[in-house]
């Protein structure tokens, strides 16, 4: 089998502890880490059909999340580029509700690779923390909302409508698996991405423009 076939089908199977030493085999036989990467990237959509069909259950999930996380881990500082933070600070954080946060540290690892400093709320973010963070940290320029859920869009919603009611002059940005381009407009953001590339793209057009 070849290495990125081992390293998917060891995230899909969750076998946490050797990830890291498939991927470091993996680079070390050539490989981009882009490719690496999305490799586990699919992984995690196998491990969502899986789920959605009964195959697996929720450990299950959380096992193949973990995995992939120490595979990041490894891939992570050659892809962060070491440019300065000189597009400012952005808030980023997974919305109330919602404790899915690879997604959203991927996109973390790119828009700092593009040039922001990141602080990252985590997980389960309520709207009001947003602004919170906002106001305790400098030059912040952007802030940075994702949510997996369906049933977390409305909080979502909640949080772009807090942040710019707070009248703080700041951009936000806003994705994850359920959000199009179309809901991004309709709760007031100011950007949209689909993926971690795209919102590093999109996070310096908001600032820059
Ligand atoms: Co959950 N889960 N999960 N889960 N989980 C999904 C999302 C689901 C699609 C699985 C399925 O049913 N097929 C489904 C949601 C269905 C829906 O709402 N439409 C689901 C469900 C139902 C649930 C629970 C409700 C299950 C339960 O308890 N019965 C539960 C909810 C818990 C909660 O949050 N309150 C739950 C729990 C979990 C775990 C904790 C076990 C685990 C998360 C662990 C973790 O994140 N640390 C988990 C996982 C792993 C998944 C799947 C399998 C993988 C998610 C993932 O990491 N994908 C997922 C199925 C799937 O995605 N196909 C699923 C890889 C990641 C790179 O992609 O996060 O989409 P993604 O991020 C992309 C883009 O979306 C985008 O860029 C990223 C990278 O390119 N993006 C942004 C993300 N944020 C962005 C922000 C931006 C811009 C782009 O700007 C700010």
Request: with cysteine.
């Amino acid at each position: 089998m070849s290495k990125i076939l081992e390293v998917k089908a060891k995230v899909e199977a969750g076998k946490t502890k050797l990830i890291a030493g498939l991927v470091q085999e993996a680079l070390d036989e050539g490989i981009k880490a882009e490719d690496i990467l999305q490799a586990m990237v699919d992984s995690m959509g196998v491990v969502g059909d899986k789920f959605s069909t009964g195959e697996i259950f929720v450990p299950e999930m959380l096992i193949a999340a973990k995995a992939m996380a120490k595979g990041v881990e490894v891939l992570k500082p050659l892809m962060a580029s070491d440019s300065a933070s000189s597009l400012g600070t952005c808030i980023i954080g997974t919305v109330a509700g919602d404790l899915h946060d690879i997604g959203k540290n991927l996109v973390s690892m790119m828009v700092e690779s593009a040039g922001f400093k990141m602080v990252d709320l985590g997980v389960d973010v309520p709207a009001q923390k947003f602004v919170d963070a906002i106001k305790e940290n400098e030059n912040v320029t952007l802030v940075a909302c994702s949510g997996l859920l369906t049933t977390t869009m409305p909080a979502l919603k909640e949080a772009v409508e807090t942040i710019k009611a707070s009248g703080l002059a700041v951009k936000v940005i806003v994705g994850g698996a359920p959000v199009t381009p179309e809901y991004a407009a309709e709760i007031g953001a100011d950007g949209y991405a689909p993926d971690a590339g795209s919102a590093a793209v999109k996070a310096k057009e908001l600032v820059t423009a």
